[in-house]
């Protein structure tokens, strides 16, 4: 090989390097949610123990079932890995959703837990101590039984660095698991204290202080269980051959391609799941994967473009699906810094942004303006704040008062990837530098690579930026105890925002099991923040999925992943 | 000869250890942090920083890649950062399918590309030729992605003729032995799915193709030119030999090496250049499993990766440089 070629080869690498690197982190802004607005045949009693009909007919009887039952979901990325607590992404809790199951189990459209692997469930002692009575006659995929000794191994596992399944030496971690229960076995802030298996159907979680979140945090997929006889198989190996108790089984997996699962014949639930089979097809362009269900080679699709709903919903062969909102966009100060410690400044910015515009061009509509950081479907949403409304002269009257009349500079960073609560970061900053000059402030729109963005942002390196926040298990701990408590610097805290009233409201609403308590704890924090305005909230977004009007008894979850045990579909 | 193919694969050592030097820096120096982007933005300090520790991501840089190198000695690609698994026995269904479309995509550069270039040397200044090489010059200036879209539009959601997506009907998986999925339904007396393989192959193949085609037609037509202008091709045709013989057999036997050359590169380009095509046709191939690694920060992925594709670019243009001596008795090593 000439020398020139080797140059030739080496040139085109560096490029395709560099380029990659300004690109940044890739990931498509999809991993969504939606919900069935359209009503189709959804029978909100969706019992479990209906009786299976013999006949090849649906429950209500105004559709046929079509032959192949097998579904098609394609989405833009495929799953890290199929051992859910050891990773963080959405591709990977959307399969292992079906595949297993945890002790509680999320409603179908809300965060209310109800029953999953444990029937019931009791607190003691103030929440230092939870019971729970586990389904009997429940197997896993490979055929062993599943019971309290089970719950206790997975448990142990992410707990536990030296237990034999934790995997620490291959690069397992539990971030999840560390985030929720507070660290690991040994950490101080660790709140199991021991579980105990009280009989073959029934196990004991000890806390060494009550956490408001405990019974939430068990209907989080994060923590499903896993068949102990499968560790023992496979071994680290298990992100590679998932064996649950859920309602379809492991197939296949070929990478960045497609994911095969078949229907558990043995399911607990008679009669479900309805269908054959679901694949999960990864599909990384936007518009191709219109156009595959266009085509209908898929059924359902991730990841949307908000500009292509008005087209899907022209077509009478087509669905939308939304997701109710689990997240919040929002512009932070750096409370850190001059002048933005002061708070009337920032009051009068909060009046200088018009959400209205930014839902209407970025979001298609598909988002709610924000006035408080949590969802409005959270326990605890203050919904008598009184926004801070657009109102350009009022925020240059306010400027004037607060000693910025004759203007003011600063950096606007911004977002350098999409993600669901900010699908476009690029042309919103755009949209707001125009809202900001309006009140005679000029933003610099700074932008960087995404880790890199995190970390500056962490160190507390930023004037003004972007981001968001979305939700996991339904608790509004989750975003309150990350966003504003002086203990999440550094961390999720990047207003740098810490204020003793909030924080002491914060760790007493976390650790109470009441839930009316807590509810009032967190009206009062929203108060207190709406005050303080650390930072301006923009917008709750609603993610869509688009899909086949075949496709019946879909709905999809806020946590962004859900089983697909009732879906059904139709000729 | 043997003793050239020799000093060429001993070549191959300098090669791979500045590839894997550079490689390593470069993606060094890339701002970012792998722990961070794989627990994601919502990941606490405390649980970044213990990820670094067990991924030893902390560790000085010449430790790093004195570990790597180690491991790469003994034939080990490393593990992934992200998904944990053992880069040796993940990489090879990617590179099947790559090589695949690769293959499928020269074939057909070839056979197209080729036979344009001929025809229009032989009718030069005709409407062919004029036709031909304008299509050759927008194939070589087309952006590979409109022109996929354009095709699974037309094709897929209009004609509904080819799949648009994939590499085999998905609930009707190719039972994989080799990876490759026309050879695997062979193997497997799959009449059906060979037919599925073959059909998912047409519009991703067109689309990478298209640029090498073009390539090749213009270059095959200009090398023509040149022999058919020299004497002895006069005096085969004085003979009174039928012309098309002519330029097949005697014309185009001498104007094939630049042409090959062409193909040589092309082929390695393709290798490791198809992100574009595998991204919008999903395929599951090599370019895009390290495109996704370098927006992971996957290391090991991304030095494995890159190692694994210069070696075949190398092995592919010492194969071209043999079959110079075969084609062309005069060239000797």
Redesign the interface.
Same mark, same amino acid.
Do not use: C
């Given at each position: #090989?000439s020398e020139r070629?080797?140059w030739?080869?080496?040139l085109?690498?560096?490029f395709?390097?560099?380029l990659? %690197?300004c @690109?940044?982190?890739? +990931?498509p802004a999809d991993a969504d949610t939606n919900n069935n607005d359209a009503g189709t045949n959804n029978t909100s009693d969706k019992t479990n123990n209906e009786a299976d009909e013999s006949s090849g007919e649906n429950s209500e009887g105004d559709y046929s079932l079509a032959e192949?039952q097998?579904l &098609?979901f394609a989405r833009g @990325?495929d799953s890290?890995?199929l051992d859910y607590a050891s990773v963080?992404?959405g591709e990977s809790s959307r399969v292992t959703e079906q595949i297993y199951e945890s002790l509680l189990k999320f409603d179908e459209d809300s965060f209310e837990i109800g029953p999953g692997l444990a029937e019931e469930w009791e607190v003691f002692d103030d929440g230092l101590r939870f019971v729970f009575q586990l389904r009997e006659g429940v197997t896993f995929h490979d055929g062993t039984d599943f019971n309290a000794e089970a719950v206790k191994i997975n448990f142990e596992r992410w707990a536990d660095p030296d237990h034999e399944y934790h995997f620490?030496d291959?690069?397992?971690?539990y /971030?999840v698991y560390?985030?929720q229960f507070g660290?690991f076995k040994g950490d101080d802030g660790h709140v199991i204290e021991e579980i105990n298996v009280l009989g073959e159907h029934e196990i004991e979680f000890v806390l060494n202080e009550s956490l408001g979140a405990f019974l939430q945090n068990m209907g989080m997929s994060y923590f499903s269980i896993t068949s102990p006889a499968a560790f023992e198989e496979h071994g680290?190996a298990i992100?590679?051959n998932p064996v649950g108790t859920g309602p379809f089984k492991f197939v /296949?997996w070929?990478?960045?391609? /497609?994911i095969?699962l078949e229907k558990n014949e043995d399911y607990w639930q008679e009669g479900y799941p309805k269908l054959d089979g679901v &694949?999960f097809?990864?599909? =990384?362009?936007n518009? %191709?994967?219109l156009?595959?269900l266009?085509?209908g080679?898929i059924d359902i699709m991730d990841g949307l473009n908000p500009d292509d709903v008005e087209q899907i919903e022209s077509d009478p062969g087509l669905a939308i699906f939304e997701r109710e909102t689990n997240n919040i966009g929002y512009l932070g100060f750096n409370l850190d810094k001059e002048p933005f410690d002061n708070a009337d400044l920032r009051r009068a910015l909060n009046h200088a942004i018009d959400k209205e515009t930014l839902i209407t061009v970025l979001y298609a509509g598909l988002a709610e303006p924000a006035k408080n950081i949590i969802p409005p479907s959270y326990m605890g949403y203050n919904d008598s704040i009184d926004p801070y409304a657009y109102d350009p002269d009022l925020a240059r009257e306010l400027l004037d008062e607060a000693g910025f009349g004759d203007g003011l500079e600063f950096d606007l960073w911004t977002m350098p990837v999409a993600?669901p609560y900010m699908p476009d970061p690029e042309r919103a900053a755009e949209v707001m530098q125009a809202n900001l000059a309006d009140v005679g402030v000029t933003a610099n729109i700074v932008s #960087?690579?995404?880790?890199?963005y995190?970390?500056r942002t +962490?160190q507390g390196e930023h004037d003004i930026f972007m981001?968001g926040?979305?939700g996991t298990n339904g608790d509004p701990d989750y975003f309150f105890g990350?966003l504003l408590h002086s203990d %999440?610097i =550094?961390?999720?805290n990047r207003s740098f925002y810490g204020n003793d009233e909030v924080d002491s409201l914060l760790n007493q609403a976390k650790n109470s099991v009441d839930e009316d308590e807590r509810a009032e704890l967190y009206r009062e924090v929203q108060e207190i923040v709406h005050e303080d305005a650390p930072m301006i909230p923009l917008v709750h977004s609603i993610p869509v999925l688009a899909g086949s009007e075949r496709v019946k008894n879909y709905v999809p979850h806020l946590s962004t992943s859900e089983p697909l045990t009732n879906v059904e579909l139709a000729e | 000869m043997i003793s050239y193919t020799i000093r060429r694969l001993l070549m191959l050592i300098p090669v791979l250890i500045g590839m894997s030097l550079i490689t390593f820096s470069i993606i060094h120096l890339i701002p970012g942090n792998p722990a961070q982007t794989i627990l994601g933005e919502q990941a606490t300090p405390q649980a970044i920083e213990q990820l670094e520790e067990q991924l030893g991501l902390n560790q000085p840089y010449f430790v790093q890649y004195g570990n790597y190198m180690m491991g790469l000695l003994q034939g080990d690609l490393g593990t992934s950062l992200r998904t944990k698994a053992s880069i040796s026995s993940e990489i090879w269904p990617y590179l099947a399918a790559t090589i695949e479309l690769t293959i499928f995509a020269m074939v057909f550069a070839v056979i197209v590309g080729v036979n344009a270039g001929i025809i229009s040397a032989w009718k030069q200044n005709s409407l062919f030729d004029y036709t031909s090489m304008l299509i050759a010059l927008i194939g070589v200036s087309m952006p590979i992605f409109w022109l996929g879209l354009l095709e699974q539009w037309i094709f897929a959601q209009n004609l509904g003729w080819l799949p648009a997506f994939g590499r085999g009907n998905p609930r009707d998986p190719v039972e994989t032995v080799t990876n490759f999925y026309l050879l695997d339904s062979i193997i497997n007396g799959r009449p059906d799915q060979l037919w599925t393989s073959f059909k998912h192959l047409i519009l991703p193949g067109v689309a990478l193709g298209t640029i090498p085609m073009a390539i090749i037609a213009r270059m095959t037509r200009s090398s023509m030119l040149e022999v058919l202008r020299s004497d002895y091709i006069r005096t085969v045709e004085a003979k009174g030999s039928h012309t098309l013989s002519v330029v097949y057999r005697h014309g185009f036997k001498n104007a094939v090496i630049p042409v090959l050359t062409v193909v040589g590169l092309q082929t390695g380009t393709l290798l490791g250049g198809a992100i574009l095509t595998e991204t919008i046709f999903s395929w599951p191939g090599v370019g895009r499993y390290v495109y996704e690694a370098i927006g992971n920060r996957d290391y090991p992925v991304i030095q494995s990766g890159i190692i694994v594709i210069a070696t075949i670019f190398v092995f592919i243009n010492l194969i071209v440089d043999l079959l110079y001596t075969y084609i062309d008795p005069r060239i000797k090593y």
């Open positions: #090989m070629k080797i030739l080869l080496f085109s690498l560096v395709v390097v560099v990659a %690197a @690109g940044g982190n890739n +990931e192949d097998t &098609i @990325g890290v890995s963080t992404d620490a291959e690069g397992y971690t /971030s560390g985030t660290g680290s992100n590679e /296949s070929s990478k960045d391609d /497609s095969v &694949i097809q990864v599909i =990384p362009d518009s %191709a994967r156009t595959a266009r085509s080679e993600r #960087m690579e995404w880790a890199t995190l970390e +962490e981001l926040w979305s990350n %999440a =550094p961390g999720g | -």
